[in-house]
């Protein structure tokens, strides 16, 4: 099945450090979103991003939505050791009054040091 | 607020044998999704339910099939398991499902060996 480009692959860095990563598509979305997903549990929204440029934070995540509507980035300021997990872009086409799929990423594993 | 509630969390099965997992979403949500997660793969739609109907449906065969009930509850079944149906099986629950973000239960890991 289809996955969109997520990089990077892993990443450790050290607590305090501000993280990058983004999510590329060959196809467009109207719609993404970024989750987190720790060890033995489902993934949580972290952002949804509903327009072409739109800039969203929660917190210290910001994430934009890529004017081309084929990617779309996060980042996170000032990281904790919470911060730690697998970070998955979603892609999602919803037409009027249609049902839609998420299309993920293959994941940014996050891995913060003291 | 309840969450998504799947069971069972953990499963083994034989191959050739069948499973059903269940998935009660979030009071009030009438959209229920289902996703495999794999090493390999990642996280692969499988389908979609909507006021008991199938209304999408990902590319895995035949031996994956889904229903919903009145109440919105789901439960998806595989059929004559194998080695690869090994993974964590992701139920995700939305008000409508038409756009935005999914809530995802926690998972039923299945082993098949």
């Known amino acids: 099945g289809q996955q969109l480009n997520q990089s990077p692959q892993s990443m450790f860095i050290q607590e305090g450090e501000d993280v990058s990563m983004n999510c590329t598509s060959s196809?467009?979305?109207?719609?993404w979103l970024w989750y987190k997903q720790d060890p033995g549990e489902g993934p949580v929204l972290l952002i949804a991003?509903?327009?072409?440029?739109e800039l969203t934070s929660n917190g210290r995540l910001t994430a934009q939505f890529g004017i081309t509507r084929k990617d779309s980035f996060l980042n996170i300021s000032a990281s904790i050791p919470s911060d730690v997990g697998i970070y998955f872009c979603a892609g999602q086409i919803v037409g009027t009054g249609t049902a839609s799929k998420l299309t993920f990423g293959t994941g940014t594993r996050l891995q913060v040091t003291l | 607020k309840a969450g998504v509630t799947q069971t069972p969390r953990y499963l083994i099965k034989t191959r050739g044998q069948q499973v059903t997992l269940s998935c009660s979403p979030i009071?009030?949500?009438?959209?229920v999704s289902w996703y495999q997660q794999t090493p390999g793969q990642g996280l692969q739609f499988l389908f979609e339910?909507?006021?008991?109907?199938?209304?999408n449906k990902g590319n895995f065969p035949g031996r994956f099939s889904g229903r919903q009930f009145s109440n919105s509850r789901s439960e998806m079944n595989v059929s004559t398991l194998e080695l690869g149906d090994s993974a964590l099986y992701l139920c995700a629950s939305s008000p409508q499902g038409t756009r935005g973000g999914y809530t995802f239960g926690s998972g039923t890991r299945l082993t098949v060996v």
């Open positions: 991003l509903y327009k072409a440029g």
């Open positions: 009071s009030g949500h009438r959209s």
């Open positions: 339910y909507f006021s008991e109907t199938q209304r």
């Open positions: 196809s467009i979305f109207n719609t």
